[in-house]
């Protein structure tokens, strides 16, 4: 056996960063190990032993994927990764329909790849429409219903955000598209395998869902896309014809595998993992509690996964409480634009007022999380926003009473 | 995203974290940046009867290099005249702590703040001598 | 099953040593890329290297190598990406570069299958619209080396940009990126005994490239979406290892002599041409490619009758029809690719197999027109 039988060395800081990657699970990887060897074959070589045993290994992986969200395994199409599954679903129909209808729901918080999709749309001739989001995160259904016109084609919504975890109230979303005839896209890189999803309950059309983020491999995605009533996409990545024609390109078998593995493990052990992490969840907030004032948890606590919080400490600087707990890999957004110095524009949205925005860490907890983590997570963050509050001119400012929004600031 | 080592050792141990009284005469306050930019530098010095910076304190709100870039001015004012404090360029600041270049504006806000602090002082010097007549 | 003999590399190559290593390294060092926390550093400089790497292997600069999902997307990038509305490719190029844009017009190759450097040139004259010209390195069917440095002449000539899919030539012959002069250069992990699920798009510096999908602001705003890291660092450390070349050429030309010694009427195609030395495409007459791949199956040898993607259907070869071979002959003929672990007695054992189901196909054809013989 090749297994990983440790997570984590003693030398390496306490991941608390679920929603950027999660560690690949070792039994995942174990399934993995013979496509990367001996069963290297092609899947699209039909030929001889080597390509049907490939074969054999992505189509139980399709119907891996298929299980965990309620589909048919035909209706499974893998991609590189959420990123391409969201631009394929979003452009692919839109595309496909554009002669009858060319309208876009999407909401404001999306991640980035939905946004720049519909931009680019927008670019294109395409009319898109983003929703905002109540203070909670949450979309607003009768603001959705209003937004839809007879132009309109696809509704946009993710399942679980990235940022700040709150679930959307994706059967009442699907409720109305179904009901409205316009079909429902949801990126669900942040919500497959960690809450139960049923395409066919929630009336889902299309579903992303991405690989590193349910503990399996990087480079790997699904779409779901529905046979009946058929949704229809132009393709992005056009050759060979695999996946119905929908996404061409060999099959990474190793990476199918994993997924698909990785997707079993999540179906099998998402009420136990996620009553874990709830306590986990709750020992952390309480722990922060206990020992610091001025603390806010942006977005709902309630609709949301248990592995996600996402925190302002008042008065301290994200990035330098950051530098400060090296022990802990946090982030202080989503890690594709965490490098950008620019607050979060989802805590933008959820009206969070800039200062406050700046002062954010969110902190993702996941399968290999332990108590002792935690407690030492509570007591690094505890000490450095004491350290950093203590040399803080504003903490100074709201000890003395002063209003921080009566000073002029000079922005520069 | 390497920082240097000078830039971690002034984020990790700031020198000259503090408060004077603002109020005092022989203070000068300068408090420049803004929450929302996710920087505020407060930076004061104490000047003496000689003319001279004795001390000078700051608190920041940003990220660490302007922590670290604010902790560096404090030292660097220090048995300074004003005048002297005032030619203090952010590009030294910068070049000292070898900040990144999206970082440098930090090294502007530290700059922006020991001018800040020096213009309070002389107005109140003048205020006083005003006073005085 | 270990002991078959697997020649079907330009389909798949079975993953080297030095690449498994490195992909189950960064499987275990885990971590985003775009993360800026110590493991999210550990990723990014994984990628970095890999980066060195494989932009070494083909002598190009590290800002213009694009890590993607693949040999296809590599391509699609390219044709799309350029920019320009006419298109000119191949006769013979890989789906993924024929499809890839609907308008593409198609040049004609020659017998041999190599590219018609005139129907180039004439088309490129045919309009003053700046087109894209995209011709492969190496045939995927027949190994047949193109003229890229003639394509890149005549384009540049007319104001043309070049791309080149090189996914089956390089580590086969040796690829200069720079001298080649191409603009744009695909590249493919898993057919140089890297993982599946990692390619390249290689950019000259300067030449225009519109990203396809949006979203995170990975590979320089160029390919959008988190790296597939593991993947990439077994691309490094296949690109490392492929820098070396291939050896084979000996023991494919030893398969060519051999077979057509059994059947004298074999033919090997684009055999007059400059090749790789992996790939041979030979037809045995009269006996369908289905038939013989099956048959070598059974017998523990892996070939194929055509591409890959395309391999389960029943379909013509495109490649051999450009070059004119007629149909009757072209159902005849299989692709033997060999690689990087090809061992003599893979070749022997092919050989073997060949020739036991040439001799049974052939009696029973005698038998067959004895008794035909005998009933009339």
Redesign the interface.
């Given at each position: 056996m090749t297994a990983i039988t440790q997570i984590r060395r003693n030398d390496q800081p306490i991941y608390l960063d679920y929603q950027a990657t999660t560690p690949m699970d070792p039994r995942v990887l174990e399934a993995m190990m013979p496509y990367f060897t001996h069963k290297f074959g092609n899947s699209g070589s039909r030929s001889h032993a080597y390509g049907w045993e490939a074969e054999e290994g992505t189509e139980k992986a399709r119907a891996q994927v298929a299980k965990l969200i309620g589909a048919d395994e035909k209706e499974v199409i893998f991609t590189s990764g959420a990123t391409e599954s969201n631009n394929l679903a979003i452009r692919g129909v839109a595309e496909f329909y554009k002669d009858r209808k060319n309208h876009i729901i999407t909401t404001v918080t999306e991640h980035k790849c939905v946004l720049d999709t519909c931009r680019h749309l927008e670019q294109q001739g395409f009319e898109v429409t983003y929703l905002p989001v109540r203070k909670d995160g949450l979309l607003d259904l009768d603001v959705l219903r209003a937004a839809i016109t007879d132009k309109t084609v696809l509704v946009s919504v993710m399942a679980v955000n990235n940022e700040i975890g709150v679930i959307q109230p994706l059967a009442e979303i699907g409720r109305i598209c179904r009901e409205k005839k316009v079909f429902f896209h949801t990126d669900a890189a942040q919500a497959a395998g960690k809450i139960p999803l049923d395409v066919e309950a929630l009336n889902v059309d299309l579903m992303s869902i991405s690989g590193h983020k349910i503990y399996g491999p990087k480079g790997i995605g699904a779409l779901y896309v529905r046979r009946k009533p058929r949704v229809r996409l132009v393709p992005m990545i056009v050759g060979g014809g695999q996946e119905r024609g929908f996404r061409s390109g060999t099959l990474p078998t190793p990476l199918c595998v994993g997924l698909g593995e990785a997707a079993e493990i999540c179906m099998k052990e998402m009420d136990a993992e996620a009553k874990r992490l709830k306590k986990l969840q709750e020992r952390m907030l309480k722990g922060l509690q206990a020992k610091l004032t001025d603390i806010v948890v942006n977005g709902d606590l309630e609709h949301r996964i248990p592995g996600n919080l996402n925190i302002s400490f008042a008065?301290?600087?994200g990035?330098?409480l950051m530098?400060?707990i090296k022990n802990l890999a946090v982030s202080s957004g989503s890690a594709c634009t965490s490098?950008s110095?620019e607050?979060s524009y989802v805590l933008r949205a959820l009206g969070v007022?800039?200062?406050m925005a700046?002062t954010s860490l969110r902190i993702g907890l996941g399968r290999f999380t332990t108590e002792h983590e935690v407690d030492t997570a509570v007591d690094e963050l505890v000490r450095h926003v004491n350290k950093l509050r203590?040399?803080?001119?504003?903490?100074?400012m709201a000890q003395e009473g002063i209003d921080?929004k009566s000073i002029e600031?000079?922005?520069? | 995203?390497a920082?240097s080592e000078k830039l971690i050792d002034h984020?990790e141990n700031?020198r000259n974290?503090g408060?004077f009284d603002k109020a005092a005469e022989d203070v000068g306050t300068g408090?420049?940046?803004?929450?929302?930019?996710?920087?505020?530098?407060?930076l004061q010095i104490k000047v003496g009867a000689d003319g001279l910076i004795e001390d000078a304190k700051?608190?920041?709100?940003?990220?660490?290099s302007?922590?670290a870039s604010s902790s560096l001015v404090t030292e660097w004012v220090k048995g300074k005249t004003i005048d002297e404090a005032e030619t203090i360029k952010n590009t030294d600041i910068a070049k000292h702590l070898a900040l990144p270049p999206?970082k440098i504006?930090c090294s502007?806000?530290a700059e922006?703040a020991i001018k800040a602090a020096i213009a309070d002082y002389r107005a109140k010097a003048t205020k006083k001598a005003d006073a005085a007549e | 099953m270990s002991a078959l003999a697997y020649l079907d590399h330009n389909a798949t190559s079975p993953l080297r040593p030095a690449a498994f290593d490195a992909v189950v390294e960064a499987l275990r060092a885990g971590g985003n890329p775009s993360s800026?926390h110590g493991a999210g550093?550990k990723a990014r400089a994984i990628v970095d290297k890999a980066r060195r790497e494989v932009a070494s292997l083909v002598g190009a600069s590290i800002t213009g190598t694009i890590f993607t999902s693949g040999g296809t997307e590599a391509n699609n990038l390219a044709l799309a990406g350029a920019g320009r509305r006419r298109v000119l490719v191949s006769a013979i190029e890989h789906d993924s570069v024929r499809r890839a844009v609907p308008q593409a017009e198609l040049l004609r190759v020659d017998g041999d299958g190599v590219l018609d450097l005139a129907a180039l040139e004439r088309a490129l004259a045919a309009s003053a619209e700046p087109a894209l010209v995209s011709v492969m390195l190496a045939n995927n069917e027949t190994g047949v080396l193109q003229p890229i440095a003639e394509v890149v002449r005549l384009a540049r000539a007319a104001g043309a940009l070049v791309h080149c899919d090189a996914v089956q030539g390089v580590g086969k012959v040796p690829v200069d990126f720079r001298s080649l002069g191409v603009d744009y250069l695909s590249l493919s992990a898993h057919k140089l005994g890297g993982p599946t699920g990692a390619g390249a798009l290689i950019v000259r510096n300067g030449a225009p490239l519109q990203p396809d999908r949006r979203g995170g602001g990975q590979e320089s705003n160029r390919r959008a979406g988190t790296e597939n890291v593991p993947g990439i660092a077994g691309f490094g450390a296949a690109a490392g290892e492929a820098a070396t070349g291939l050896d084979v050429a000996a023991l494919r030309d030893r398969i060519e002599f051999s077979l057509v010694q059994i059947a004298a009427n074999a033919k090997v195609y684009g055999v007059k041409v400059p090749r790789v030395g992996n790939t041979t495409c030979i037809s045995m007459p009269g006996v369908p490619a289905e038939t013989q791949v099956m048959a070598l199956d059974l017998a523990g040898v892996c070939i194929s009758a055509g591409a890959a993607c395309s391999s389960g259907k029943v379909q013509r070869s495109p490649v051999l029809e450009a070059m004119g071979v007629p149909a009757a002959e072209a159902a005849c003929a299989t692709r033997i690719s060999l690689g990087w672990n090809t061992q003599a007695a893979d070749i022997e054992r092919l050989i073997a197999a060949w020739q036991s189901l040439y001799i049974r196909v052939s009696q029973s054809d005698i038998s067959h027109t004895d008794s035909r013989a005998r009933a009339a």
């Open positions: 008065y301290v600087e990035e330098s530098m400060g490098a110095l607050p007022e800039e200062d700046h203590e040399m803080s001119p504003l903490w100074e921080i600031w000079a922005a520069h | 995203m920082y984020y700031p974290i408060s408090l420049v940046g803004a929450p929302a930019c996710g920087d505020v530098m407060k700051f608190k920041t709100f940003g990220c660490g302007a922590i999206v504006h502007v806000l922006d | 800026v550093r």
